[in-house]
C-alpha cells in the first residue's frame, strides 16, 4: 500500500522541498542531530569510564577524546564535568600543579555502578548491531 503524497505525516513542505531537491539538506539536518545525540553520551562514557580509572581533568580528557575523533572546546566539555557531577557520577578535588589550580574529577559509587550497567547495555547493542544480516534471524 503507497501513501498518498499529500501524508499528513511528512507534510506538504518536506514534500515540496523534495521536488526542488531540498530533501537531502533536510535528511542530513535531522541526521546530524541523532548522531550528535549518540555522541554526547559516548563522550559521557569516555569521561565515565577515565574517572574510574583515575582522576581526570578537563584538558586531558579534550586530547582524549580528540584522538578518538571527537572535538570538544573546553566549552563543551568543562559543563558536561559539571553535570555529570551534580548528578552524583562524578566527584571533584582541586588540585595545585605548577601554580595552577586544576580540578580533578573521579567517578563516585553510582557512577562506577552506572559504567557497568552502560558498559552491559553497549556490549549488548554492539553484539546485536553487529550482526552480519541486520538482525532479521533474530526475530521470531
Ligand atoms: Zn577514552
Not at 523534495?18 to 569516555?46: C, E, P, V, W
Not at 582541586?94 to 552491559?120: I, P
Request: proline share 4%; no cysteine.
Amino acid at each position: 500500500m503507497s501513501r498518498p503524497l499529500s501524508s499528513p505525516l511528512f507534510g506538504r513542505g518536506l514534500l515540496d522541498g523534495a521536488r526542488q531537491g531540498l530533501y537531502y539538506r533536510l535528511s542530513i539536518t535531522q541526521g546530524n542531530t541523532m548522531i550528535r545525540d549518540f555522541f554526547l553520551g559516548f563522550i559521557k562514557l569516555h569521561l565515565l569510564y577515565h574517572a574510574a580509572r583515575g582522576p581526570i581533568f578537563g584538558l586531558d580528557m579534550i586530547r582524549e577524546l580528540e584522538e578518538h575523533g571527537y572535538t570538544l572546546s573546553p566549552g563543551t566539555l568543562y559543563p558536561m564535568l559539571h553535570g555529570l557531577e551534580q548528578d552524583g557520577y562524578l566527584k571533584s578535588e582541586k588540585q595545585v600543579v605548577n601554580g595552577k589550580t586544576r580540578k580533578y574529577y573521579s567517578a563516585t559509587v553510582k557512577g562506577k555502578k552506572a559504567l557497568a550497567d552502560a558498559r552491559r547495555k553497549a556490549r549488548e547493542l554492539l553484539d546485536e548491531i553487529s550482526r552480519e544480516d541486520g538482525g532479521e534471524s533474530a526475530r521470531p
